[in-house]
């Protein structure tokens, strides 16, 4: 009886918006990723050791390559269906980060966050760290160049930690950099602790959604949803397609790792760019505190910017119920402009990160624009302060304009510019009555 109370009403909108389709997107996305790495799990040996290769690509012949770099190569070039199998388990990754990123946003914007699904938002979160801590280690197995830079990057992060950091590298790395500890520790976390926390955390997001219901806007009927079968075959699909025909990690391009070397105009995945332009343009502080140097050059915007993000993130919901006061159980979402702050405060963090984002391709933008790479690395210095302060105050008073337009037709109905003459010579306009769409909310600020 408690379920079913707590379940929301199918009122009378269309309950299967496109943008719930995200959350299902992203479970299909896992199965993909799932299925391909079994299969790859056979074939790749996740071992350091040097070797002299002797595979089917010819350039790189008689060069000393890990037995890593060597059977993953060997799984590209040589294995029937092997590149394939690569290619779409590393979009699948991409894909997943991407679903979960934008259901994340959907959840936010729409404030599907709130009780009862506080739980549900932290599911969420998590399930978003481990999907880019998923691409992380996945990234470094090929033991190409790419994945050594990573290595090199993931080396500073640890150890710009105070106190702490050289214990901490030398329990990662072992006593050399990068060591033979590094890639068998990674490999164990890609195949086997990621994977089925993030499948753990999917089941009981399902339960809960059992638990609670759906979410639907305000005056929806209820459609039933896209068929979960066929939505994961137009995803399965969409990954073969863009695994057969997007190249992604050509590793022999790239060549075996070496810590002395990477490659001009490296870049990480996408939803690693916003650390790597952090990165770039933070200034190069390193105090001397008790006569020992702190990296704050790589503590800030390394460790400190993206777990004070993702903290505020988590702890949104409990925020804003503290500041609201709110105690109610919330089964109708707000259209965006409905919480104007909410969906400023949305658009001033995406704008952070977007301004983030394209900061790591500081050195391609000045090359290409034949612009200084210092005024362009000032440039982002100076946006990634203001840029999300002027987001907030313009789509907060969007929203606020467009709450006012519509309480303006919902008065006086909506102006056609269709006019009329009388027989007596007056002229006047068609006044259409407005659409039905549920409630139109008071001036929330």
Request: aromatic share 10%.
């Amino acid at each position: 009886m408690k379920g079913l109370l707590a379940r929301p009403a199918r009122q009378g909108g269309r309950t299967d918006h496109w943008s719930f389709l995200f959350g299902q997107i992203a479970i299909h996305s896992l199965i993909v990723l799932i299925f391909t790495g079994i299969c790859l799990t056979f074939l790749y040996d996740p071992d350091t050791t040097q070797v002299i290769y002797q595979g089917a690509y010819l350039p790189l012949r008689g060069v000393p390559v890990s037995r890593a770099f060597d059977s993953t190569l060997a799984i590209s070039l040589e294995v029937r269906g092997g590149l394939l199998m690569r290619q779409i388990h590393h979009w699948a990754t991409l894909i997943l980060v991407a679903a979960i990123c934008l259901h994340l946003l959907r959840l936010f914007f729409t404030g599907a966050f709130r009780r009862p699904r506080g739980l549900n938002w932290l599911i969420w979160v998590a399930l978003f760290l481990l999907a880019i801590a998923a691409g992380v280690t996945g990234g470094i197995l090929p033991d190409d160049l790419l994945s050594g830079g990573s290595l090199a990057l993931i080396q500073g992060v640890t150890q710009s930690i105070p106190l702490i950091g050289s214990h901490l590298t030398g329990l990662l790395f072992g006593e050399a950099v990068p060591g033979d500890r590094v890639l068998p520790v990674f490999y164990w976390l890609h195949v086997s602790l990621i994977p089925a926390t993030m499948t753990g955390l999917f089941m009981i997001r399902g339960r809960l959604l059992r638990r609670h219901g759906r979410t639907h806007y305000p005056g929806a009927t209820y459609v039933p949803p896209l068929s979960s079968l066929a939505l994961f075959l137009a995803t399965c699909a969409m990954l073969t397609l863009l695994g057969t025909v997007g190249q992604i990690n050509p590793i022999w391009l790239y060549g075996p790792a070496n810590p002395s070397t990477t490659s001009a105009g490296a870049v990480p995945d996408w939803y690693m760019g916003f650390l790597d332009g952090a990165l770039r343009i933070m200034p190069a502080w390193e105090p001397l505190v008790f006569g020992h140097p702190l990296s704050l050059s790589i503590l800030i915007p390394a460790l400190i910017v993206p777990g004070a993000f993702f903290t505020v993130l988590a702890a949104y919901p409990l925020i804003e119920r503290r500041l609201t006061g709110a105690r109610t159980l919330h089964h109708a979402l707000d259209r965006p402009r409905e919480a104007a702050v909410r969906t400023a405060l949305g658009a001033a963090g995406m704008t952070f990160f977007g301004l983030l984002w394209v900061a790591a391709a500081n050195d391609q933008i000045a090359h290409q624009f034949d612009l200084s790479l210092f005024a362009v690395t000032w440039f982002f210095r100076i946006a990634v302060l203001a840029g999300p302060l002027m987001a907030f105050e313009v789509t907060r008073r969007l929203c606020l304009a467009l709450q006012a337009q519509e309480r303006e037709e919902r008065a006086h109905g909506i102006e056609t510019g269709i006019i009329h003459r009388s027989p007596h010579g007056g002229y006047t306009e068609t006044i259409a009555a407005p659409p039905a769409q549920g409630r139109i909310p008071a001036n929330r600020p």
